[in-house]
């Protein structure tokens, strides 16, 4: 029976022993290794004491987070075709290809709202984009013309044209090859003054018009279709002002008519809007820290004040009552 016993044992430990392998702990001695140096700098002017630390929203707007992965692609330089992709830490990591030339596109990955089209087997197809946002029917017609879309996340994008991946021992030399990741969305801030009632303000919303539906990654060049894009905004009644930081793909260069900034507010009394009419700021070229400042007088009226609907009159909340700038 201890012979029966013992012949089991070893069996089993044979089992145990040829069902184990070991699972490397390193990375290679050797190989083509990609640094990514990924910019976070604060790329928006936050004039009118925006404080970031108050908003951690308004702070991911502004510097980011940093991406959970690197989706590195390699493309061929003639044919533009995908020849290899990989996957990486957000520091860098190894890659397995062929030594040539290559032109390369790295792009931070982990996005919830700013998504990468799928199709990237072209160098020129990739691009980050966001979803149409949906609208009640009620408020389809209030809004500026053209479709409305969820503001983006950052998101970081690098590109290399040609980049040379040199002959390397790949089992013990660790050849270095540097990519720098900047940000692909803009983000803006805007402040406006000088604005009685705000104690009232349940809800308020900023849409602005003539901005790109999305930016490609090889290039930036951008969709020439224009949108909108919604965006929350913090209400401060001590200050009569209302400020935020957005985000944006940017303005369309062939765009020709003007930028609005379309704000709408929902009070017990009724939902009212006003515009701002903010060109001049918007293609200002010496406006590189991406600041609009508004001070035109906006008096927003109370829950007792006369709209022309009553407390009894349904659906007073489909219809939005125009305030004048500058009264």
Request: hydrophobic share 35%; aromatic share 10%.
């Amino acid at each position: 029976m201890k012979r029966v016993k013992s012949i089991l044992t070893a069996i089993l430990a044979v089992i145990i022993i040829s069902g184990c392998h070991r699972i490397p702990l390193h990375e290679p001695e050797g190989g083509l290794y990609i640094d990514f140096a990924i910019d976070y700098t604060l790329h928006v002017d936050l004039a009118g004491d925006v404080d970031l630390e108050a908003s951690q929203e308004l702070k991911d707007k502004a510097l980011g987070k940093e991406p959970d992965m690197v989706h590195v692609l390699f493309y061929d330089i003639e044919s533009h075709e995908l020849v290899y992709e990989d996957y990486l830490p957000p520091t860098g990591g190894f890659v397995h290809i062929d030594p040539g030339y290559y032109d390369v596109i790295a792009y931070g990955m982990g996005t919830m709202v700013t998504h990468v089209s799928e199709n990237l087997r072209n160098r020129g197809l990739g691009k980050a984009y966001t979803s149409v946002k949906e609208q009640a029917p009620s408020t389809k017609a209030e809004t500026p013309s053209g479709s409305t879309i969820e503001e983006p996340e950052q998101i970081y994008v690098g590109s290399v044209e040609q980049m040379e991946v040199p002959v390397h021992d790949r089992e013990e030399t660790i050849i270095h090859l540097h990519m720098d990741l900047e940000p692909l969305v803009e983000s803006w801030t805007f402040i406006a003054y000088n604005i009685s009632g705000l104690q009232y303000v349940k809800s308020l919303t900023v849409t602005m018009n003539a901005q790109a539906p999305d930016r490609y990654l090889w290039d930036g060049r951008r969709t020439v279709r224009p949108v909108n894009i919604e965006f929350p905004a913090l209400v401060n009644p001590e200050t009569y002002s209302i400020k935020t930081v957005f985000n944006t793909f940017g303005k369309l260069p062939e765009f020709t008519g003007n930028a609005i900034l379309d704000v709408t507010v929902s009070t017990e009394g009724g939902r009212f809007r006003w515009q701002y009419d903010v060109t001049d700021q918007w293609d200002n070229p010496d406006n590189t820290g991406h600041l609009i400042i508004v001070t035109e007088h906006i008096d927003i009226p109370g829950a007792g004040a006369d709209t022309g609907f009553g407390p009894g009159v349904e659906n007073w909340n489909e219809h939005v009552i125009d305030i004048t700038v500058g009264l």
